[in-house]
């Protein structure tokens, strides 16, 4: 097993992998990106994932170098190459290497395509079994989250400061209103409603928030996709967080306030192991 890359054509080690020094997505963050988790060698969610990197890629004007089935054989060969069962695969594409400029390059610039993949290490299990602690701060980001662009510096400054407190993730707030976390989407249930930021441009549409919606559905849960504000958060009666890397995360307690009595709620415990049940479904076993 091991570590591995593909850049712009070519399987290597990963610490043999290196891109230009001017390739817009180092000097401009001019780029997109993707994460995605393998689950026995078999990525979750791939073709979700891979159609918000076109979409991705539409919005901000880059040619797809290939077709959408082109870039899953390859995460599917790189994971293959590396022998990992459980693996973070990252894949991203920049505008491609020109003089710094701030206008796009020639036409011609072919994009720059990288995946990398690394061998994932799994949430702890009191996390996930005893939720975490977020810490609402304000939103600072651009309006055009639901783009998922590499500019990431809102977001490492919001999740540093949140460990700086000693809470897990940042929770994030924009005109009075909780959009989401700094590298989550954000839930809560209150009167009897699951209840998360609808999919606009203040948030990322997140794969799994996608899952998670179609899982209260299926459920018989009633799901609301309708902003709220820090207040209804603090009232809330259960609060979690989904990811690729997190999925169904707990939260307890928010700016040292416990939610509601400090444990893990009913649903989403319930949630979590649905979500459990769907990755052994596609994947054949969990960790």
């Known amino acids: 097993m091991a570590e591995i890359a593909y850049v712009n054509g070519r399987f290597v080690p990963l610490d043999q992998a290196f891109v230009h020094v001017e390739d817009r997505g180092y000097q401009f963050g001019d780029g997109v990106y993707e994460v995605v988790y393998a689950f026995n060698g078999i990525p979750f969610g791939l073709e979700e994932h891979v159609d918000r990197f076109f979409n991705s890629m539409n919005l901000i004007r880059i040619k797809a170098p290939c077709t959408k089935e082109e870039v899953m054989a390859l995460v599917r060969e790189a994971v293959q190459r590396s022998g990992y069962g459980h693996a973070q695969i990252y894949f991203h594409i920049t505008r491609g290497v020109s ?7 020639d036409p011609s610039t072919p994009p720059g395509f990288v995946i990398t993949v690394r061998e994932a290490a799994p949430l702890p299990a009191e996390k996930k079994e005893g939720g975490v602690a977020a810490y609402l701060t304000e939103d600072l980001r ?4 639901n783009i998922k662009s590499l500019n990431l510096l809102p977001n490492v400054l919001a999740k ?12 994030l ?6 959009t989401e976390g700094a590298v989550s989407n954000v839930f809560i249930v209150s009167q009897g409603q699951v209840r998360t930021a609808p999919a606009d441009n203040k948030i990322l549409p997140g794969i799994t928030r996608q899952h998670v919606i179609e899982l209260c559905r299926r459920l018989g849960l009633e ?13 809330a009666e259960e609060v979690f967080l989904t990811g690729s890397g997190i999925e169904v ?21 319930r949630l979590q192991e649905e979500y459990k049940k769907l990755i052994i479904n596609h994947c054949g076993m969990y960790l």
């Open 173 to 178: 707030c924009k005109e009075g209103y909780i």
């Open 142 to 145: 651009w309006s055009r989250c």
């Open 99 to 105: 003089k710094r400029s701030h206008p796009f390059p």
């Open 160 to 171: 540093q400061e949140a460990l700086d407190r000693g809470a897990f993730e940042a929770i």
């Open 249 to 269: 995360l707990p939260v307890v307690k928010i700016n040292d306030t416990p939610v509601k009595d400090g444990q893990v709620g009913p649903v989403t415990r």
């Open 223 to 235: 799901l609301v996709e309708k902003p709220f504000t820090p207040e209804e958060l603090y009232a």
